[in-house]
């Protein structure tokens, strides 16, 4: 009964985002307060269609209701509840109506917050959204209902992948759905603002923080992905340059890039028209990658269970998106204003480089990405493309971007003084040089490039405090001042500080990890024992751990360093019995910010005893490569909470201008 | 500077170009290079016995893993047969398979072919999910006639995932 409640809520979700887009539509041209208030409410009801029906395929995995072929195909009673819960998003259907849930979620977040902005600006934003949830929604309803039930329950449902039964990956698709699909309400202002023939720095200032939280979500997303893959598959890397992993950092990167030149146009009314393609070409690559994940055009390690028919159904709902609204795009912005002028150095330059350097490197990786595919299209050859392209491409980019960066927030808007910028910058490039200097001395094996990238990394951290210093004087006014100074820093100004501190630190963890990680790997008896590193590894003992819903061989690993015992792990192997597959539990010992990580693999008969095969890595400053984004996603959220943000001031601003 | 133009908006455009080309021209042919240089040919043992990779260039090769021929070694080597029906390669893999590696099952292993014909294996892959076939694996038996369906597949994957069509 409930699932049917649940079907009915979808099916009523889509009827309400038919109203919703209808009567904002008709709204923006009759200029009727009514039918925009009607258009609210749809979108607000939409919402909690959706929620409803979310809540009811939630229902039927808690309580096992295998008679719903999504759950009898994906879940298992034995399974622990948080991944009964989880499975709700677990699979490609399911995973369609959480996306479903964000995008009328957003959609009647921008209607119940966008109070203060422009009649006409409003009602296309709801009613755009409302399109978008009318497209995602009859895909879902028609071609991927999680709530069909099977005319025969089995008595036992199919389990979830047990790769996926992990914390981190339970909460993972929602962080990355919202970043996803936040981009989806920039997508609308930005189509709003070509309608309206209006992109002015009260638009981007309404823009950026619908940016920033989808891009706080994506940072936050992505790093538990990679979290994920770090400790769960057992391959010791955290990034695999797959094609499902570049579907996420997409658009990433390009809302990086649209949050830096909506600042522009915020200040200075410049590049609007770039703006508007940013906002728009953001929420593309999210739809790009809804399609590639599945799809199934690429093979990746990650991709849902394959399925072609839904590919051409998504590629259709991409093409007709992404056309119209760059159609769009080429009609009407060429009558947008162009804004201020700026000097070849100054802050609008620097910010024009970083969209320059984020969109090409974009460009790579997409090119990475769909290369497989243009190649076997024209010459039908399978090929991969794989690290050491990425490599080669995006590292020259981003390294040529993180050099510039500290230096852009210290320039002037308009006219900057660059020599006054070096100024200020030379103590943080000297401490960075040093830093580079004394790994490259102290740190075995010798690392030229290492030691370059890690030079590199504190000079991103020093230069954000650079910027911190000057903005409260230090060491030049009275330390009073600077003191005062530094409380009255408005919160945007922290947010920025914190998400480019936070790059220096990932880069330190990255470049630590990638250059002096150690691997080592023996099949080891009980009692046997390897080096890795400067640590000695020793399997004391192999014992078996039952589970919920497998069973698992645990080892018990010593891990000494000069004779004295460090640390103990547990890594263990499972095999889960409904699926018939088995995985590897890493076992991970902290030592500051470095890691040992220690995967216990296959047993093997050897002549005389049983053995295991154990990998150990030394994995130094690992840590950091996940900590450094989380301070990334904080920035954002600081700079989200700054009431600059706060949508009343631009309500006041809209009042000046009619005044 | 006077060989500038007059205009301001000429001034930003020449500024921007001039901010783009480089990037442009640094991205364009980092990509072309990468391209040419670091990208992976995919084959099936038939078709890497048509192409003949030189040994030490990295391909992938895709097949399905032969019924016993998978041999593990106590020290941590295993050695198994790929095959495509029409060819068969001896593959060396030194460490731990992936989870869903299988007797029967499609596997793509990424490493070069050794002077002795032998391929040194680096990374097997084979999927997280037991419903997968390696794409290009899939195809390429569907090209050569290989394919029978959902056959080759564990019996109660031809549900699939989508009771809902």
């Given at each position: 009964m409930i699932a049917e409640i649940g079907s009915f809520a979808l099916i009523l979700a889509l009827a309400l985002s038919i109203a919703q887009a209808a009567l904002s539509w008709a709204a923006r041209w009759r200029r009727s307060a009514v039918l925009a208030g009607g258009g609210e409410g749809a979108a607000l009801a939409a919402f909690l269609s959706v929620a409803v029906a979310f809540a009811a395929l939630m229902h039927a995995f808690v309580t096992s209701d295998f008679s719903v072929a999504n759950v009898a195909a994906n879940s298992h009673s034995e399974k622990p509840l948080l991944y009964r819960v989880a499975g709700t998003w677990g699979s490609h259907e399911g995973s369609m109506l959480l996306w479903c849930l964000a995008l009328t979620g957003f959609g009647a977040a921008a209607a119940g917050l966008g109070r203060s902005l422009p009649r006409g600006l409003r009602a296309v934003t709801v009613g755009t959204q409302g399109l978008l949830g009318v497209v995602f929604l009859a895909y879902t309803v028609f071609a991927s209902n999680p709530l069909t039930r099977l005319a025969q329950a089995p008595v036992e449902g199919r389990s979830l992948n047990p790769l996926l039964q992990d914390p981190a990956l339970a909460v993972h698709p929602p962080f990355l759905y919202a970043g996803y699909v936040g981009m989806s309400v920039v997508f609308s202002f930005a189509v709003a603002a070509l309608v309206e023939g209006r992109v002015d720095a009260a638009w981007a200032r309404w823009v950026r923080p619908w940016t920033l939280a989808a891009w706080a979500f994506l940072t936050v997303g992505i790093t538990l992905g990679a979290f994920w893959a770090y400790y769960e598959l057992g391959w010791g890397g955290w990034w695999f340059w797959d094609p499902v992993e570049n579907a996420s950092f997409m658009p990433w990167l390009i809302a990086a890039a649209l949050l830096h030149s909506a600042v522009v146009t915020e200040k200075r009314g410049a590049l609007p028209g770039w703006t508007v393609f940013l906002a728009l070409a953001a929420f593309t690559f999210s739809m790009l990658g809804a399609f590639l994940v599945r799809s199934g055009v690429l093979t990746s390690v990650h991709a849902f269970a394959v399925d072609p028919t839904r590919g051409v159904l998504l590629l259709i709902i991409l093409g007709l998106t992404a056309g119209l609204g760059f159609t769009l795009f080429a009609w009407r912005a060429p009558s947008l204003q162009q804004g201020g002028v700026f000097a070849p150095v100054s802050r609008e330059s620097a910010l024009v480089l970083n969209n320059i350097l984020l969109?090409?490197?974009?460009?790579?990786?997409?090119?990475?990405?769909?290369?497989?595919?243009?190649?076997?299209?024209?010459?039908?050859?399978?090929?991969?493309?794989?690290?050491?392209?990425?490599?080669?491409?995006?590292?020259?980019?981003?390294?040529?971007?993180?050099i510039l960066l500290p230096v852009g927030p210290l320039l002037a808007w308009k006219r900057g003084d660059a020599r006054a910028g070096v100024k200020r910058l030379w103590w943080a490039f000297a401490v960075a040089v040093a830093v580079g200097w004394v790994v490259f001395a102290a740190v075995a094996p010798r690392h030229g490039l290492g030691a370059a990238g890690v030079a590199m990394g504190v000079w991103l951290i020093a230069g954000a405090l650079a910027e911190i210093f000057e903005r409260i004087r230090l060491f030049r006014a009275p330390g009073g001042e600077s003191?005062?100074?530094?409380?009255?820093?408005p919160r945007g100004a922290w947010g920025m500080t914190l998400a480019h501190l936070g790059l220096g630190v990932f880069v330190l963890g990255a470049v630590f990890e990638t250059t002096w990680k150690v691997e080592a790997a023996e099949a080891l008896p009980v009692g046997g024992s390897l080096d890795v590193g400067a640590y000695h590894v020793v399997l004391e003992s192999i014992a078996p751990a039952p589970g919920p819903n497998?069973?698992?061989?645990?080892?018990?690993?010593?891990?000494?360093?000069?004779?004295?015992?460090?640390?103990?792990?547990?890594p263990e192997r499972r095999l889960y019995s409904a699926g018939g597959q088995t995985t590897s539990e890493v076992g991970l010992c902290y030592r500051g910010l470095s890691h040992i990580y220690l995967v216990l693999g296959e047993r093997r008969e050897a002549a005389d005893q049983p053995v295991w095969l154990v990998?150990?890595?030394?994995?130094?400053?690992?840590?950091?490569?996940?900590?450094?984004?989380?301070?990334?996603?904080?920035?954002?959220?600081?700079?989200?909470?700054?009431?600059?943000?706060?949508?009343?001031?631009?309500?006041?601003?809209?009042?000046?201008?009619?005044? | 500077m006077s060989w500038l133009p007059k205009s301001p908006k000429a001034r930003r455009r020449l500024t921007l170009v001039a901010a783009i080309a480089p990037v442009l021209a640094l991205a364009v042919g980092l990509t072309l290079w990468g391209l040419s240089d670091s990208i992976s040919f995919f084959y099936t043992?038939?078709?890497?016995?048509?192409?003949?990779?030189?040994?030490?260039?990295?391909?992938?090769?895709?097949?399905?893993?032969a019924a016993g021929s998978v041999v593990k070694h106590p020290d941590g080597r295993v050695e198994f047969t790929v095959t495509d029906q029409q060819a068969s390669d001896r593959v060396v893999f030194q460490g731990d398979l992936p989870d869903l590696f299988r007797e029967g099952q499609g596997v793509v292993a990424i490493g070069a072919f050794r002077a002795d014909g032998v391929f040194e294996a680096k990374r097997v892959l084979a999927k997280h999910d037991e419903r997968y076939m390696p794409r290009e694996v899939e195809k390429a038996l569907k090209d050569q006639g290989e394919w029978y369906g959902d056959g080759q597949r564990p019996e109660h994957v031809s549900k699939g995932s989508g009771a809902a069509e």
């Open positions: 969109t090409a490197a974009t460009a790579t990786v997409l090119l990475g990405t769909l290369f497989p595919l243009i190649r076997e299209a024209a010459t039908g050859e399978a090929i991969s493309v794989g690290p050491p392209y990425f490599n080669l491409t995006f590292t020259p980019l981003m390294t040529a971007l993180m003191w005062r100074r530094l409380w009255g820093l497998y069973e698992a061989e645990r080892g018990a690993v010593t891990v000494t360093k000069g004779g004295q015992v460090v640390c103990r792990a547990k990998r150990a890595y030394w994995n130094p400053w690992a840590t950091l490569i996940f900590v450094g984004p989380a301070i990334m996603a904080l920035g954002g959220l600081v700079s989200l909470s700054d009431r600059r943000l706060r949508l009343g001031v631009a309500r006041r601003k809209e009042e000046e201008t009619k005044a | 043992p038939s078709q890497a016995e048509a192409a003949k990779p030189e040994p030490g260039r990295s391909i992938q090769l895709g097949g399905l893993v």
